[in-house]
């Protein structure tokens, strides 16, 4: 339900709904993911199906056309978690590998370009992954060791790795270890640790990061 000028409702049409309508043609579904006019859809045979907006490629289809109904994403099967991103898309595997797909002006795609790309691309470097999570033009990932990867758009510190720069391959966040959960805010990343303490990273201007400060942070800092 919501706003279906791109067909991000599913329902095989573009009329805003404000009241549930059934997808088109969806079932066996176990997850589900939003992102910026566009949606998807895990289901229980480990593949992806998305619909909505599509002109970043988004959609994984190998096109750059919007649909209004769901459209298989391509060359994905084994998909235990996905994420959808501002206009960028992710799925980690059971191998423990990520793949991603869409824009990549900030190399949030972390396949060591900045190039959009309409079918998902094998994240570098990264394996060992046990959650996922995508801010606006970044992506977020901890590892079973209990580390932290991000990678993509760091004009305000989200990366956490002690730097303003834009990375196109994951880099590792400083200073936090033993994360058990993950999240990815708008330009923000928030890491849970085993012993119950919060830290978070990145744009701080409405004191998004809860330390007492309104200054942005390139390394986590603990959350008051």
Do not use: E
Not at 113 to 124: D, F, G, I, L
Not at 137 to 155: I, M
Not at 175 to 197: C, M, P, Y
């Amino acid at each position: 339900w919501g706003r279906n000028d791109f067909g991000q409702l599913g329902n095989g049409t573009t009329i805003n709904s404000s009241i549930p309508v059934q997808i088109n043609n969806l079932s066996g579904v176990l997850a589900i993911a939003g992102g910026g006019f566009h949606c998807l859809a895990l289901r229980s045979n480990g593949t992806v199906l998305a619909w909505g907006r599509n002109d970043f490629g988004q959609l994984g289809n190998g096109t750059t056309s919007n649909s209004n109904v769901p459209v298989q994403v391509k060359n994905l099967n084994g998909v235990v978690t996905i994420a959808g991103g501002g206009f960028h898309c992710l799925a980690l595997m059971s191998n423990g590998t990520v793949l991603a797909w869409g824009r990549n002006d900030f190399g949030q795609l972390g396949n060591g370009t900045t190039s959009n790309s309409t079918v998902p691309v094998q994240v570098k470097n990264l394996n060992g992954v046990a959650a996922i999570d995508r801010g606006r033009f970044s992506s977020l990932a901890t590892k079973s060791n209990g580390t932290a990867w991000a990678w993509g758009d760091n004009s305000s510190g989200q990366l956490g790795n002690g730097t303003s720069a834009v990375s196109a391959i994951p880099v590792q966040v400083n200073s936090v270890n033993n994360i058990q959960a993950i999240a990815a805010g708008f330009n923000s990343s928030l890491f849970q640790l085993n012993d119950t303490t919060v830290w978070a990273c990145g744009a701080n201007s409405y004191g998004q990061l809860g330390n007492l400060s309104n200054g942005n942070s390139n390394v986590p800092v603990a959350v008051y």
